[in-house]
């Protein structure tokens, strides 16, 4: 089971920007001038006994405006000993450093294609390897450069302006990504897509 994205130290404008299907259905988001947070959507979802020891893929397309850097995380949400995450410069197609959070997660997989019209998606599969049944799912601005080398080295004071765009966050029980398929509300299983995080204007797949 799942429920719709928060979101921390930004605001969202929906329906912004034309995305990767061709409709105005992107998203921008501006982080706020809090000091030294971290500015991210996130979502958390209950899964099935022991599928964490299973490997779960995260994607989202980010559009880079004055900011061209974003990350994505997986992490287990309870305690959150197990998370992993992937840094990316999304106006050069670029993996910029991958970083686990414990020795039981693993990063399978981290990468980033070009999507047309300035979008990219970004890519990341990760094992949690955990017996917690809550899996988060987390995607941050970063600022133009990497933060740092830990897991929660990039945070920084925002300037209240700059500001990136997405659309199509989608979490599956997969070693694979798939193409996005849009929910509202009610989620499509398929290709071991497990759960819905749409919602409030933020159309996504888990």
Not at 60 to 87: F, P, S, W
Not at 102 to 123: E, L
Not at 169 to 195: F, M, W
Request: proline content about 3%.
């Amino acid at each position: 089971t799942g429920n719709p994205f928060f979101t921390t130290q930004m605001t969202t404008t929906p329906n912004s920007i034309i995305a990767p299907d061709g409709t105005l259905t992107g998203m921008q988001l501006i982080e706020n001038t809090a000091t030294n947070v971290s500015h991210y959507l996130g979502g958390g979802i209950t899964v099935t006994a022991n599928s964490m020891y299973l490997p779960y893929t995260s994607s989202i397309y980010v559009k880079a405006n004055t900011r061209t850097c974003y990350a994505l995380a997986l992490k287990e949400y309870l305690t959150y000993n197990q998370q992993a995450y992937a840094h990316f410069d999304v106006a050069n197609n670029v993996v910029l450093t991958t970083y686990n959070g414990s020795t039981a997660a693993v990063i399978n997989n981290a990468y980033i294609v070009p999507a047309g019209n300035g979008w990219s998606r970004c890519v990341l599969t990760v094992t949690v390897n955990s017996a917690v049944q809550n899996l988060g799912f987390e995607s941050y601005i970063l600022a133009n450069t990497v933060q740092g080398s830990t897991s929660y080295g990039y945070a920084y004071t925002g300037d209240g302006v700059s500001n990136l765009y997405v659309w199509g966050p989608q979490l599956q029980q997969s070693a694979n990504v798939t193409p996005y398929t849009k929910t509202i509300g009610t989620a499509i299983y398929k290709s071991n897509t497990i759960n819905d995080l749409s919602g409030s204007n933020r159309n996504g797949t888990i």
